[in-house]
């Protein structure tokens, strides 16, 4: 199947107490956009779902473009693309609140690939774990003046040989923004940041840590500490 579809829809389009697995988008080989949510010019709110097993071309679980989408008590897992393995976002706002994005898998931006002007992102509560970008950007990629807060969250585990936790592309006179609030971020490896053109600014405001969570078991995914 093809997954939802967004389609200029309002603040009071609600999806809750959903498991959104096995989608893709239209086209040979999942070649197309958000396996599981596909959202253009929308504002929904989307609560305690577990969104896994999605794959696209750039979106595996959740594409935005132009739109404002609101996700909470949620889980994205195992969700597949060549950009974004979880969430593809194109000059669109994310927020997450009480959130795991883990183990996703794409080529660029394992969990995450924000794309275009004036995206932005509000990360609460949220951990983002696990993920693998074959490329780069394990965790989180952008590209294209975007500006994200992530506050009491962790980043950990994630992996990629250019940019672990964080990559920052090469977007023409782009100006990326990240500000950590009393987070948890991996910057143990080696290449735990790429800043490909020096474009981005890392914005430690207060309480950030780095240290191993210890979740009690990720295998299985249980993610409390």
Not at 59 to 77: C, D, F, K, P, R
Not at 170 to 197: G, H, Q, R
């Amino acid at each position: 199947w093809h997954g939802i579809d967004f389609l200029s829809s309002g603040s009071d389009d609600t999806l809750k107490y959903c498991i959104i697995t096995g989608g893709g988008p239209l086209g040979a080989d999942f070649q197309g956009y958000g396996g599981a949510i596909y959202a253009f010019a929308s504002s929904p709110n989307i609560a305690n779902c577990r969104i896994t097993g999605n794959r696209a071309k750039s979106g595996g679980a959740v594409y935005l473009n132009g739109s404002s989408v609101t996700i909470h008590h949620s889980v994205i897992s195992n969700n597949k693309a060549d950009k974004g393995g979880a969430f593809f976002i194109q000059q669109s706002s994310l927020n997450l609140k009480n959130v795991i994005v883990c183990k996703n898998n794409a080529s660029a931006g394992g969990a995450i690939y924000s794309n275009g002007e004036e995206s932005t992102g509000i990360f609460e509560n949220t951990t983002i774990c696990y993920n693998f970008g074959k490329n780069s950007a394990g965790g989180i990629y952008l590209s294209g003046r975007n500006h994200f807060i992530i506050r009491n969250s962790i980043l950990w585990g994630n992996f990629s040989i250019h940019g672990s936790t964080l990559y920052i592309g090469n977007y023409p006179n782009a100006k990326e923004i990240v500000d950590f609030y009393y987070s948890d971020i991996d910057t143990t490896k080696l290449e735990w940041i790429t800043n490909f053109t020096g474009a981005g600014e890392i914005f430690w405001i207060e309480g950030n840590i780095v240290a191993d969570p210890l979740f009690m078991d990720p295998d299985h995914f249980n993610f409390t500490l």
